[in-house]
């Protein structure tokens, strides 16, 4: 198991310095816990994640997600990349594997959420994770609403669509969502990127939420921001998603790829065959 340590990356904003990041500091439980799986067993734990599979698609994603121990499993050791253990999503090249809605899917990958196993109103969310290098790999944490969208409201607590010197943050509700004026590109500072490991977190009041990267604040949306353009939708509980989608809308608005794939250029199809598709999660958090 790992080690806890009287100090966690809730911390940061007293002690952060620029020799002192997230990813070294290991995080701890206590009273205030709600929900923490550091991902030390030998496979997925069913009692707090549900998988999605072949039913599901948005966004015009070029992947299936598939409830498979090839696209979401656990690893140790060398595997994880210089931590104990993780998770990993893993998307594969596929050719044909499906059709649905009328779409041939080429490529699988991993979904997973938290969805009537933990629902959360206010607190902390945070995940410790490593992504990959590619332009069109979509990556995101991110927490939904129980009923319909977008009117119970989204969080995107971290995007990545392959360009590995920033992530995206967003709120998406009523008003404004999809192309919502409520989202921030964080730029990592110079020697860091994405590739290495960062805990992405959130800290939700009722009258706000604070985005931050290893503990630095990297934008807030306040109520009266929100209200703005439509009803705050933060005053109901959510639920916790990990996935790793490729190409799509946000890739392709990103790098204007059409071919072979929305979204996806030669090159990260190259990646995938290669298998370099890894998302990699240390631990995910909720405390009050």
């Known amino acids: 198991m790992k080690q806890f340590f009287l100090k966690t990356f809730l911390a940061l904003t007293l002690i952060f310095s620029g020799n002192i990041y997230a990813q070294d500091i290991p995080v701890r439980t206590g009273t205030d816990t709600l929900f923490y799986d550091d991902f030390s067993g030998s496979s997925l734990n069913r009692e707090k994640w549900n998988v999605i599979g072949t039913d599901f698609w948005v966004n015009n994603e070029q992947q299936i997600y598939v409830d498979s121990t090839a696209t979401i499993y656990t690893v140790d050791g060398a595997d994880a990349k210089g931590v104990e253990n993780a998770l990993m999503l893993k998307a594969h090249y596929s050719p044909n594997y499906i059709t649905f809605r009328g779409n041939n899917f080429d490529f699988i990958s991993g979904r997973i959420d938290t969805r009537d196993k933990v629902m959360f109103t206010y607190g902390t969310a945070a995940a410790r994770m490593k992504l990959p290098k590619g332009s069109g790999f979509w990556p995101a944490f991110w927490a939904l609403g129980g ?26 509700g009523p008003e404004y969502s999809g192309e919502t004026p409520l989202v921030n590109k964080y730029f990592f500072p110079e020697g860091e990127d994405v590739t290495d490991w ?91």
């Open 147 to 172: 009923g319909s969208w977008p009117e119970t409201g989204e969080i995107d607590i971290m995007e990545y669509v392959g360009e590995t010197d920033w992530i995206g943050v967003a709120l998406h």
């Open 198 to 288: 960062h805990v992405y977190s959130i800290d939700w009041t009722p009258d706000k939420i604070d985005f931050k990267v290893d503990g630095r604040l990297t934008y807030r949306v306040t109520k009266p921001m929100a209200e703005h353009y439509g009803n705050w939708a933060f005053d109901n509980s959510k639920f916790l998603i990990l996935n790793l989608a490729l190409g799509g809308a946000y890739p392709y608005k990103t790098n204007g790829v059409e071919k072979p794939y929305n979204g996806i250029p030669a090159s990260t199809v190259e990646l995938i065959k290669e298998g370099k598709a890894e998302v990699l999660i240390d631990w995910v958090l909720i405390r009050k």
